[in-house]
Each structure stands twice: as structure tokens, then as C-alpha cells.
């Protein structure tokens, strides 16, 4: 593959990860406590903070994968997307069988972020 297709992949990436954050807290009294709720967490300010730090956090691959491209930060960003996968798992395991792929669609991102972090793009 090609130095501008792994830039495609990487800008790919990007999009997604900025989404998530956005979404995240767009959907803050939404979709994004809904799952925590049905996770047990009742706190409001504790379901606030975990959104917004997996929102910052997010943010923050985003941006990184953008300015700062490199093997490190996709090994980053794949642990915490590992991470994040597993505990989405444990909140709410149903999640794997959702039609619109919540968490399968970390597998083609697992294996993009692989391809980059082996090709050094």
C-alpha cells in the first residue's frame, strides 16, 4: 500500500475519532448516560466526568493522529480503543450483537490502526 492510501486510512481514522468526541458529548444526557445508567452508574456527576473524559480523550487521539501522525501514537490509540472495547463489553455486552456495530466496528479499526502502526505512516 501506498504512502497516500495510508494517508487516507489515517484522515479516516481522524474523522472518526473527533466524531466520537463530539457525539459523546452532544449525546451527553442521551445515548452516552443511557449506557452508563444501564451499567449500574447513578451518579450524575460521575457519568458526567467518565463522559467527558473519554470525550477528551478522544479529542485528543483525534487531534494527535492529525498533527503528529506516528507509530506511537497509533499504539496509543490502539490500547485505548482496546481498553474502551473492553470495558463497553463489560458496561453492556449486547453491544457486539447492536445492527449498527458499535464495537465490531472496532475491528477494521483495529486492523487499520495495525497496518499504520507497521508501516509507519
Known amino acids: ?9 489515517r484522515i479516516s481514522l481522524v474523522i472518526v475519532w473527533l466524531a466520537k ?7 451527553i444526557n ?9 451499567a449500574g452508574i447513578g451518579d450524575r456527576h460521575v457519568r458526567i466526568v467518565l463522559i467527558a473524559a473519554g ?3 478522544d479529542l485528543l487521539i483525534g487531534l494527535a493522529m492529525a498533527l503528529w501522525p506516528s507509530r506511537r501514537i497509533y499504539l496509543l490509540a490502539l490500547a485505548l480503543m482496546l481498553c474502551m ?13 447492536h445492527p449498527l456495530g458499535p464495537l465490531t466496528k472496532n475491528v477494521p479499526i483495529a486492523a487499520i490502526l495495525w497496518f499504520l502502526i507497521r508501516a509507519g505512516k
Do not use: K
Open 1 to 9: 500500500m501506498n504512502a497516500g492510501n495510508a494517508t487516507v486510512l
Open 21 to 27: 468526541a463530539a457525539v459523546s458529548l452532544w449525546e
Open 30 to 38: 442521551g445515548q452516552s448516560t443511557d449506557l452508563l445508567v444501564g
Open 55 to 57: 470525550a477528551g480523550t
Open 85 to 97: 472495547t473492553v470495558i463497553a463489553t463489560v458496561l453492556d455486552p449486547s453491544l457486539w450483537l
